[in-house]
């Protein structure tokens, strides 16, 4: 059974609202997971999972956890491509898929925009979420649930 998992440490909580909504709707299991406490709404299948602080305690509970198929939304590049190596599909805040195809080329635009800013070069970060970034999101989401929901 397809499950979502949320890289929830910096999942923004507009992100979190709609997978609310969409989990709801479709019945199907969502877990967040943290190394802070999540509220969640009540509900038998959203589920907030804490983990211990430390470097990438958090990313790796998820890869422990999903399965092929799964769905994980991140905003973590280097997480994106572990779940992908596991045949599961990993989602963007801004409503992109990461895929086999396109997480190389991702990986390495994170690790030179890293290398400028180990250089001292400012480089910014991304733009806050808007409301086109939303609907993109939400209409990715509902996308793909719809599609392997049937499955």
């Known amino acids: 059974m397809l499950h979502i998992w949320v ?8 992100i979190k ?19 802070q406490y999540i509220r969640t709404p009540p509900s038998k299948l959203i589920k907030a999972v804490q983990v211990a602080s430390g470097f990438d305690v958090a990313d790796n509970h998820i890869v422990q956890q999903a399965q092929e198929g799964d769905l994980v939304i991140t905003a973590d590049i280097p997480l ?8 599961a ?15 190389r080329q991702r990986l390495n635009m994170r690790d030179f925009m890293e290398q400028l ?22 209409d990715a989401l509902d996308r793909f649930l719809t599609r392997h929901k049937k499955k």
């Not at 994106?80 to 190596?85: D, K, L, N, S, W």
């Not at 800013?117 to 939400?138: E, H, I």
């Open 7 to 14: 890289d929830a440490d910096a999942c923004p909580n507009v």
């Open 17 to 35: 609202d709609i997978l609310f909504r969409a989990a709801e709707r479709t019945r199907t299991p969502l877990t967040l997971v943290a190394n």
């Open 80 to 87: 994106a491509a572990e779940v992908i190596e596991k045949k």
């Open 89 to 103: 599909h990993a989602l963007n805040p801004r409503g992109e898929f990461y895929t086999p195809e396109n997480i």
């Open 117 to 138: 800013r180990s250089s001292g070069v400012q480089t910014g970060g991304p733009a806050p979420l808007g409301k086109n970034d939303l609907k993109v999101f939400a």
